[in-house]
């Protein structure tokens, strides 16, 4: 297992702006004023809608362009300026790898080992991806799916203290999604810090410690999937019978925090205490003797909070400028 017990975190940025652009009109702020810490040794989902800034910050984070303004440390060291020092200890995959269609996928993998120090085989990294077999096909001939696994496999060659995954799962089967997640908890599991970016929130949900939810440039929600969920109403559902007669004459009993609402003899019920209303619904119901049918009794899932917090952040005025 790899030591991860350096101080300091792997990720860190502080104050963090992107521009494109000129200062004022003509120019917009992909990233505003962002702080992100990543724990080194954990996953970290970066989430948010499309154009939130994510592709911006990642882009920061990686090295791979300078910010307008703030911090970024990896591993201790600004990504940028000393690309020597950062570059070695970690790997990146890209929403696109953009690597030469009539290359075999060894002859491309063989081409970047070539350039990274330490590498591990070859054979290794096409292995731990699922593409053994397909080693010496040529990658314009590659699914969409497998040039995803190229792509990783790719990033994996220089053994990474530090992973960057750009939406990994994209254009995966769900065969193929659920080996990159058992892969990914692997890398985890050995001591590699993951940052990923992703529009599969069940993604997130699987494998992240801790995710960061974007908006408009910032970071509008960050802590563990729990923590995010926090506060966010739970779900009872269920379908009354005929005999009921309508949902306003058959005397539910009193939820004065719940929020219920009904479509035809479809009762849901949105509330912050669910043990409690959902045991007297329950006791309602034998009481009277009424079958709940499709019974159904949640917490908040990530989706639910991922869309209630990107719609508070949307009604949020904003500064000038669209994020990328």
């Not at 001939?141 to 995803?148: C, F, I, N, T, Y």
């Not at 990914?184 to 995710?211: F, I, K, N, S």
């Not at 995010?228 to 309508?246: D, M």
Request: hydrophobic share 40%.
């Amino acid at each position: 297992m790899k030591d991860t017990s350096h101080s300091g975190p792997a990720v860190e940025a502080v104050d963090l702006h992107r521009r494109y652009g000129p200062t004022g009109p003509g120019g917009f702020d992909a990233v505003r004023g962002l702080d992100l810490t990543v724990r080194r040794g954990e996953l970290f989902a970066l989430l948010g809608t499309n154009g939130a800034g994510k592709t911006s910050t990642m882009e920061l984070l990686e090295g791979l362009a300078a910010p307008t303004g703030g911090q970024v440390r990896v591993l201790g060291h600004d990504p940028h300026r000393e690309r020597t020092a950062v570059r070695p200890r970690i790997g990146i995959m890209l929403q696109e790898g953009g690597f030469p269609g009539d290359l075999t996928v060894t002859e491309t993998c063989r081409g970047w080992a070539g350039l990274t120090s330490g590498a591990r085989p070859v054979g290794e990294a096409l292995d731990l991806v699922g593409l053994g077999g397909r080693a010496g096909v040529r990658v314009k001939q590659l699914s969409g799916g497998e040039r995803r696994r190229l792509d990783l496999a790719v990033a994996l060659l220089g053994r990474p203290e530090v992973l960057f995954l750009d939406e990994p799962s994209t254009g995966l089967d769900p065969e193929a999604r659920a080996a990159v997640w058992r892969l990914v908890r692997t890398l985890r599991e050995d001591g590699t810090t993951v940052l990923l970016t992703t529009h599969y929130l069940e993604e997130a949900e699987e494998l992240a410690d801790r995710l960061a939810i974007m908006h408009a440039g910032r970071i509008a929600a960050t802590g563990t999937v729990s923590e995010v969920i926090a506060g966010r109403p739970a779900k009872i559902a269920f379908e009354l019978p005929e005999r009921c007669g309508p949902y306003e004459a058959i005397g539910l009993p009193a939820l004065p925090a719940a929020d219920i609402t009904a479509d035809g003899r479809r009762i849901t019920v949105r509330t912050p205490q669910l043990q409690a209303d959902l045991t007297d619904l329950l006791g309602w119901a034998a009481h009277h003797g009424v079958a709940l049918g499709g019974l159904e009794a949640r917490s908040a899932t990530l989706e639910e909070a991922f869309l209630a917090i990107a719609a508070e952040a949307a009604a949020t005025p904003e500064t000038i400028g669209s994020p990328r």
